[in-house]
């Protein structure tokens, strides 16, 4: 299979590379396999619009041109060969509810279809009650009368649609574009409805998976629709791709890392990143239409193509920006939530240490065209290492320790979205039960056995609390939330707590440290006072213990024979 393809009527002003197929007649392109082509007119399994955009607008050099667009191709491979975005279909039937509260509207809906197209159902909205499902099936409740009546479609056309019938797929509102195109786009829906998976999940790191108390639902707070929903009484995460739109918000909320982007995970971004080095990236979503804008890539800038707005976070972020050694423009007309703090967060850092933004935001065209004048290379900023199996929390922290160094920058505040946060422990109460070691799923606090330490490395801490909840002594620990420390000790682990291991007064062997043994002496030694040999149980160990009450019930029990 020949891999790329350049398709263009008109001929280029410049030779590409041999890898490259390049035609201007779309003829050459029939009954042929490509992996990666310029544009949707061939058939490929991956189009990458970006190529043209950069030919049309880049003031690089011829040479430089021909090495760049090789290189598009090359990072458009990359991204297609680590993505995850398996594709599936579901049957839909020709079953159809239209909702709307206006004859003029089913009226105008009516005329654009023929009897034979759908078999159509329709109600007055003021009756509907809940919808629930995916496209293909699909269980709308509706009031007849005061008797709720169920009607079970394929898909819905709903003229202003309520949230409700937004909330999953098969939900179509023609005042968002026209009655034309959605009846079009229920036609090709119907026999087969494809959809893709954008969303991976690591339960293991999760911090609302099968936890006690409710600490993180940062993603099912942010998504659009019931792609994402919990249970409150199992405390799990339920995923629906078939209602994911993709813009991958749920990705940048997630401070573990435990949900990643599908068609760009964390590897793919970082295997696209390592393409970017001394250039300009230019972060541009599917959904920004970059084919009909004109204007002056200066030398150097290199559209970085990513297919969702909303799952950039700040590790993705640091990665391009360090390995770069440039100032990143991110072109999209929304910014989300978590993408929005990174964005905020990375800015103070880099202010701090360079005085410069890292993440230059462009809305619109015009300010577009603002950071392509203003973006520039920051020296001493260049920096990569083997990033490959690392956590989310883990490459951000390894980057930023390598912005601070051995300097003292301040600090800088997180936010609603995307928290980080600095341990605290009264060692005076703590007796290194190592609860809160058992309750932290992303390494920040860690037991040294060697010297019977609890530790910490702030760096990796999210924040999400579960250590508070769950340590049994009170005001005993306590977070320090939202706060980055810029500095060097915030990279290292540093000692929370220490004791001493206590041995058994039997047998010598050491079992639990000092302050856990002589808590659970204090408050059990006046019930066990009048028995000397209770009492001594209290210091012994799990051996020990049943043996010398074992024995001392035989003595006693013996004395009492003699």
């Not at 007649?25 to 619009?49: P, W």
């Not at 995850?84 to 159809?96: A, F, N, P, R, W």
């Not at 804008?293 to 990665?319: C, D, M, Y």
Request: hydrophobic share 35%; proline share 3%.
């Amino acid at each position: 299979m020949q891999e790329f393809i350049y398709y263009n009527p008109k001929e280029l002003d410049f030779p590409l590379s041999e890898e490259i197929l390049v035609t201007t007649n779309i003829e050459d392109t029939k009954e042929k396999n490509f992996l990666i082509s310029n544009t949707k007119e061939v058939q490929s399994e991956l189009n990458a619009s970006e190529i043209e955009f950069y030919i049309n607008n880049s003031q690089d050099s011829v040479s430089t041109k021909i090495e760049n667009v090789l290189k598009l191709y090359e990072i458009a491979a990359s991204k297609y060969d680590f993505a995850q975005d398996i594709s599936y279909s579901e049957d839909v039937s020709k079953q159809l509810l239209l909702i709307t509260n206006s004859q003029e509207e089913y009226e105008a809906f009516a005329a654009c279809i023929k009897p034979d197209d759908f078999e159509l159902f329709s109600v007055n909205e003021d009756i509907v009650k809940e919808i629930s499902g995916h496209i293909g099936n699909l269980t709308v409740i509706v009031d007849d009368e005061g008797k709720d009546v169920t009607l079970n479609v394929s898909q819905i056309v709903w003229f202003d649609a309520k949230q409700i019938g937004l909330n999953q797929s098969g939900t179509f509102d023609p005042n968002l574009s026209s009655v034309e195109e959605v009846v079009q786009t229920l036609k090709e829906n119907i026999n087969e409805y494809s959809y893709k998976k954008f969303t991976t999940y690591d339960q293991s790191i999760c911090q609302y998976h099968e936890r006690r108390e409710e600490i993180c639902s940062k993603c099912e707070e942010v998504c659009p629709t019931v792609a994402i929903t919990k249970d409150d009484e199992t405390k799990t995460l339920g995923f629906s791709q078939i209602d994911c739109h993709g813009c991958g918000g749920c990705v940048s909320v997630c401070p573990s890392g435990a949900i990643d982007y599908a068609p760009s995970n964390k590897e793919s971004l970082f295997e696209m990143s390592k393409f970017y080095e001394e250039t300009h990236p230019l972060v541009v979503p599917e959904k920004m239409n970059i084919g009909d804008l004109n204007l002056s890539l200066k030398e150097n800038v290199l559209p970085f193509a990513v297919e969702g707005e909303k799952f950039l976070h700040e590790a993705s972020f640091l990665t391009l920006l360090q390995i770069s050694g440039s100032q990143v423009i991110f072109y999209s007309d929304f910014i989300s939530k978590g993408s929005g703090d990174a964005i905020r967060i990375v800015n103070d850092i880099y202010q701090a240490k360079y005085g410069k933004d890292a993440i230059l935001v462009a809305m619109n065209e015009e300010e577009l065209q603002n950071a392509l004048e203003e973006v520039s290379f920051i020296e001493g900023s260049e920096f990569n290492f083997n990033q490959d199996s690392l956590k989310k929390r883990e490459i951000f922290s390894h980057r930023l320790q390598k912005i601070v160094g051995d300097e003292d920058l301040g600090e800088v505040k997180t936010g609603e979205h995307v928290h980080y946060g600095l341990v605290k422990v009264n060692e005076d109460k703590c007796t290194l039960c190592l609860v809160c070691v058992g309750a932290c799923n992303v390494d920040a606090l860690q037991a040294d056995a060697s010297d019977n330490t609890l530790r910490l490395n702030p760096s990796l801490c999210t924040s999400c609390g579960y250590c508070e909840v769950s340590c049994p002594e009170a005001d005993c620990l306590t977070i320090e939330r939202d706060v980055i420390k810029l500095e060097p000790t915030w990279f290292k682990e540093s000692v929370l707590a220490q004791d001493e291991l206590f041995a058994c007064v039997e047998c010598g062997v050491e079992f639990a440290t000092v302050k856990s043994v002589t808590k659970i002496a204090d408050m059990m030694a006046p019930l066990f006072s009048h028995d000397p040999v209770k009492e001594r149980s209290l210091y012994c160990c799990a051996d020990c213990k049943p043996k010398i009450m074992m024995q001392n019930y035989y003595d006693q029990k013996n004395k009492g024979n003699d």
